[in-house]
């Protein structure tokens, strides 16, 4: 028998519903939410706004794009955390009432392990690149960097995490500092590219094991930029390419050392990123590069599953599913909660 399991997401500033039949992908619609940009950041109560009037036409375009009707679903699977708490509230809300009126279980999801199992999405029935366990995945988004070691689709373990801020934070942070627009690590990403990645040197953390930390990094940044712009006002727009080659090498020279270790000593060959900064051309390339050179077989997720998406969700859904694991409706967000 079919499973068709439709996926809500809303988490952050993106509203999300996708559709998946036995893990193949159906749809998945993502609204962003323009109405932070002008703030330099998520405004999280304007988030749950958005969500509020985003969430029903996602829904809807997503069963129409998957050509499924409701009375076929067999379940929905909602993001319970983490995230920002009143935008979690709105995909909760709207999951119970839904479930229930449609009289079909609900199925709570980690925003995280979803982000992991984004990998095991398959695209056409063709599709077979899903990683093997055990593997290790490269979490980076805007609140999260982590290494985890991913022994089966629910058993993860954190092996190393940031102790500050999150490598897509680095990015926006920096941006903002050099007067880009928000979400700074696409524009960075796109300046990078013309810049030279020696042109300046900026700190790198000295912390034990996989940990990672990205706040000294940002404030040598912040210094470099001080003091030049005493000698230069025109610093900054002169030197912007390279200034965004060098915070983004850096940023991937931080991740992908530690990523490199856990690999080593754990002994394992199959490597994963996943999350929004795994969107990032450097990033990508570096890891294809690590591939190459300590033969690793290497899973980088389509652009459309880095960033915040409800496939990832609903492909959640599908594993818990077969495992009967469903929740009470009673069931409540949660803004934090480990993986
Ligand atoms: O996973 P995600 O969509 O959501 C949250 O964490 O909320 O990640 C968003 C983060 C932002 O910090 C954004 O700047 C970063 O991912 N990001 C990138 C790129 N695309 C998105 N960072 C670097 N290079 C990119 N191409």
Request: charged fraction near 20%; aromatic fraction near 8%.
């Amino acid at each position: 028998m079919d499973v068709t399991i439709i996926g809500i997401e809303s988490s952050c500033d993106d509203t999300s519903a996708a559709v998946i039949r036995n893990g193949l992908i159906l749809s998945n619609i993502i609204a962003g939410q323009k109405v932070h940009e002008a703030y330099g950041g998520v405004v999280p109560e304007l988030a749950s706004r958005a969500h509020q009037q985003n969430i029903i036409p996602v829904v809807d375009r997503a069963l129409q794009q998957a050509g499924v009707k409701k009375s076929e679903l067999s379940a929905l699977a909602f993001t319970r955390g983490p995230g920002l708490l009143g935008s979690l509230l709105v995909g909760t809300s709207f999951a119970k009432g839904f479930a229930l009126a449609l009289g079909i279980p609900m199925i709570e999801v980690n925003h995280l392990q979803a982000h992991v199992l984004a990998h095991f999405i398959r695209q056409s029935e063709a599709d077979d690149r899903q990683p093997g366990f055990p593997f290790l995945c490269l979490l980076v988004s805007g609140g999260n960097s982590q290494i985890i070691l991913v022994r089966s689709w629910k058993d993860m373990e954190i092996v190393g995490q940031t102790i500050d801020d999150a490598a897509g934070e680095a990015f926006d942070k920096c941006a903002k500092v050099m007067g880009l627009p928000y979400p700074g690590g696409p524009v960075v990403d796109r300046l990078a590219q013309s810049g030279n990645p020696q042109a300046f040197r900026l700190s790198k953390p000295q912390i034990q094991g996989y940990d990672y930390s990205f706040s000294g990094l940002k404030t040598s940044f912040l210094y470099l930029l001080r003091d030049e712009l005493k000698v230069n006002p025109r610093f900054v727009e002169e030197r912007r390419a390279d200034l965004c080659a060098c915070l983004q090498a850096t940023i991937i020279e931080i991740l992908m050392d530690k990523l490199r270790r856990a690999a080593n000593d754990l002994k394992i060959r199959e490597v994963a990123i996943a999350g929004g900064v795994s969107a990032n051309s450097g990033l990508r390339k570096a890891l294809e590069e690590q591939a190459a050179k300590y033969r690793w077989k290497i899973h980088i997720p389509p652009l459309a599953f880095t960033t915040d998406n409800a496939a990832m969700v609903a492909m959640s859904g599908y594993f818990k599913y077969l495992d009967n694991d469903f929740c009470p409706v009673d069931a409540v967000p949660f803004s934090r909660v480990e993986i």
